[in-house]
């Protein structure tokens, strides 16, 4: 009877560790990655920088930024104060860029909204309201090389 009880136990402990051995591959503690089906979550946006929005608001002012060969096209823009369409157009191809807005004369002002970081070509809009002052643009993958002023009047 005692070996029979010992089989039952061996059994049991089996059931439940091929229970569970698919939730340790999941929580990161098994081998899961993109070459055997495993798509990981999108990281969510980080917060205190306003994203990226789809449709800009009615009356709103539009600006187009392109990224091309590691760098932005224009670097200085002036527009009415109030809302303002910024359309980022990165045109390098699988090169990472975007468009990081700052109130003020650098990046150490308040984040007024940024696009993704993400490879080209792609096209994103940021719709932000500017009171009248000047923003510092960057782009946040190269932000020695890339960056810029928005005037609003």
Do not use: W
Not at 56 to 68: H, L, M, R
Not at 69 to 77: C, I, N, P, Q
Not at 102 to 118: H, M, R, V
Request: proline letters at 8%; glycine letters at 10%; hydrophobic letters at 35%.
């Amino acid at each position: 009877m005692t070996g029979f009880r010992a089989l039952v136990m061996l059994i049991a402990i089996a059931a439940l560790f091929l229970t569970f051995l698919p939730m340790l591959a999941i929580t990161g503690l098994g081998d899961l990655d993109a070459s055997n089906g495993y798509v990981p979550s999108p990281t969510p946006a980080a917060t205190g920088s306003p994203a990226a929005t789809a449709s800009p608001p009615a009356g709103s002012q539009s600006v187009t930024i392109t990224a091309k060969t590691t760098a932005f096209e224009k670097t200085s823009y002036t527009v009415p104060a109030g809302p303002v369409s910024i359309t980022f157009d990165n045109e390098d191809k699988g090169v990472m860029h975007n468009v990081h807005l700052y109130d003020g004369a650098d990046n150490t002002g308040k984040d007024e909204g940024s696009t993704t970081l993400k490879p080209g070509p792609n096209t994103q809009t940021l719709n932000v309201n500017l009171k009248p002052g000047s923003y510092y643009f960057e782009c946040d993958a190269h932000p020695d090389q890339m960056h810029g002023t928005i005037t609003a009047k």
